[in-house]
């Protein structure tokens, strides 16, 4: 009797750590489960149309786990809020090609030498310079005007990096506004942000490059949006953000140039929010 009681409670103990192992399988799976995008999306960041100086702030933007936090998956359909230099644009539309939508929807061009119009100009060439864009649909986002920049309710994904500080609150809200409009019940919005300091005032610095984490949020809630999550992939606890040439003070951009250059390069690029929210 005591050899049988001993067997079974090794046996007992074999299917408890089998049971275990296969809970913890499941649960890793489960976890991984957006990384399935993977090889569509290291095949995108890892192609030869990217230049090897883009590749290089792949360590500070974080480009593959930035993507995967926001659940992006190649058969969505994607929209990226004023691509600017196409940086994102890079990775995203040729890992979408074949299976997804991208749209670009960047400020339109009205003809003359202004910024935006300047702006898309430089991306549409960009756009026809290479083969991975040739499914890309631009359309046009005009800040603080409400604006169509894909078919009302059929995006999965509508992504903003680093844009905010550009557009100003009542700009912010009606960006989301116009993300809340393309997207499908359940899709989501994600922002990348330079990030204002909580202990910062905001409408003494709007011209720092940063904005609040709080107020994004606040903005994102009154366009109908809630926070699903926040990661801080993006983050970077040297950035005190409180720099000379504002956000542009640090790399890549680095305002003051040759001075205290190396004290700024040693600080890295600017912290930033990552947040998701979904309709």
Same mark, same amino acid.
């Given at each position: 009797m005591k050899k049988i009681k001993t067997l079974l409670t090794a046996s007992m103990l074999t299917m408890s750590f089998a049971s275990a192992n296969a809970l913890a399988h499941d649960n890793h799976k489960h976890a991984e489960q957006p990384a399935? $995008?993977?090889? !569509?999306? @290291?095949? !995108?960041?890892? #192609? /030869?149309? *990217?230049? /090897?100086? $883009?590749? +290089? *702030? /792949?360590?500070?933007r974080h480009p593959k786990e930035t993507l995967a936090f926001f659940g992006f998956e190649p058969t969505m359909t994607v929209v990226e809020m004023a691509p600017g230099g196409g940086w994102y644009t890079e990775i995203l539309a040729p890992a979408v090609k074949g299976q997804g939508t991208f749209y670009g929807a960047h400020y339109p061009d009205k003809g003359d030498d202004s910024y935006g119009s300047k702006s898309r100009r430089r991306l549409e060439e960009k756009m026809a310079s290479n083969e991975v864009f040739s499914e890309v649909k631009l359309t046009d986002f005009t800040p603080r005007q409400a604006s169509n920049i894909a078919p009302a309710g059929t995006a999965d994904l509508v992504l903003t990096f680093r844009n905010l500080h550009n557009w100003g609150e009542d700009g912010v809200l009606q960006m989301f506004k116009d993300a809340h409009k393309a997207l499908k019940? =359940? =899709? @989501?919005? #994600?922002v990348v942000e330079h990030r204002m300091p909580a202990s910062q005032n905001f409408e003494e610095n709007k011209r720092s490059g940063y904005f609040p984490e709080a107020l994004t949020i606040e903005l %994102?809630?009154? !366009? =109908?949006?809630?926070? +699903? !999550?926040?990661?801080? @992939?993006?983050? $970077?606890?040297?950035?005190? %953000?409180?720099?000379? *040439?504002?956000?542009?003070t640090l790399p890549p951009v680095l305002a003051l140039k040759d001075e205290d250059k190396e004290k700024y390069l040693a600080i890295g690029e600017s912290d930033r929010m990552t947040l998701k929210f979904v309709k």
């Open positions: 399935k $995008n993977n090889f !569509a999306l @290291v095949k !995108a960041i890892g #192609g /030869d149309h *990217r230049s /090897d100086k $883009n590749k +290089a *702030r /792949d360590v500070h019940k =359940g =899709g @989501v919005l #994600g %994102a809630e009154k !366009a =109908g949006f809630k926070l +699903a !999550a926040s990661s801080e @992939v993006n983050a $970077n606890p040297k950035d005190t %953000a409180d720099h000379p *040439r504002g956000v542009w």
